[in-house]
C-alpha cells in the first residue's frame, strides 16, 4: 500500500473495523511522512455469466436482480429490507452453484419462486413480463401450473 500523499510503501494500520456490506475498512499511517489515510478491503465475488434467450452472455448482476424485483414490488406492501433479502438469497445461491453459466430461463424461475413466498401480485407482474404469452388465456393457464413447478433455493443461512 503506498502513501497517497509521498507514495512511501510502508505504513501501520491504526485501527481496522468491518463494514455492514463485510468490507474491511483500515485507518493507516506512513511510516514516512506520518499523513493518515483510509483503506477499503473487499472480497472479489465471482457470479457466473447469464446465458440469454438470443444466445447472449452477460454477468450476472444483483443490481439488474434488486431492479426487477423492485419494480414488480412498486407499490406492494414489501419492505426493502425483503427485497433485499431475496436478492442476497438468489446471488448466494447463483454463486454457489459453481458453474461458469446459467441460463436465463432458470434464473428467472427462481426470482419468480422467491416473488411468491414475498406477494402474490408481484409475482404476477414479474410473471407477465418475464414470460411472453400468445393471449390471456395462456397468461392465466401459466400462473395456475406455474407455483408447482418452480424449483425452491436451498434454504441455507445467507450470511453464513
Not at 511522512?33 to 444483483?62: M, Q
Not at 412498486?74 to 446471488?91: D, F, Q, T, W
Not at 409475482?123 to 393471449?135: G, H, P
Amino acid at each position: 500500500m503506498n502513501c497517497p500523499h509521498c507514495g512511501y510503501t510502508e505504513n501501520r494500520v491504526l485501527d481496522t473495523r468491518i463494514q455492514k456490506e463485510g468490507d474491511i475498512r483500515r485507518r493507516r499511517e506512513c511510516m514516512k511522512c506520518k499523513t493518515r489515510f483510509s483503506t477499503v478491503e473487499s472480497i472479489l465475488v465471482n457470479y457466473p455469466h447469464v446465458k440469454k434467450k438470443d444466445g447472449r452472455r452477460e454477468p450476472f448482476s444483483k443490481e439488474k436482480l434488486r431492479r426487477g424485483i423492485q419494480i414488480a414490488c412498486k407499490k406492494r406492501p414489501v419492505s426493502i429490507a425483503e427485497i433485499e433479502s431475496s436478492v442476497a438469497k438468489i446471488a448466494k445461491w447463483a454463486q454457489n452453484r459453481g458453474e461458469k453459466e446459467m441460463n436465463a430461463k432458470l434464473l428467472g424461475q427462481i426470482v419468480m419462486s422467491e416473488l411468491k413466498e414475498l406477494d402474490d401480485v408481484a409475482y404476477v407482474r414479474f410473471a407477465s413480463v418475464y414470460k411472453t404469452f400468445k393471449d390471456i388465456h395462456e397468461f392465466v393457464e401459466s400462473l395456475e401450473t406455474t407455483p408447482e413447478e418452480l424449483p425452491p433455493i436451498p434454504n441455507k443461512d445467507v450470511n453464513a
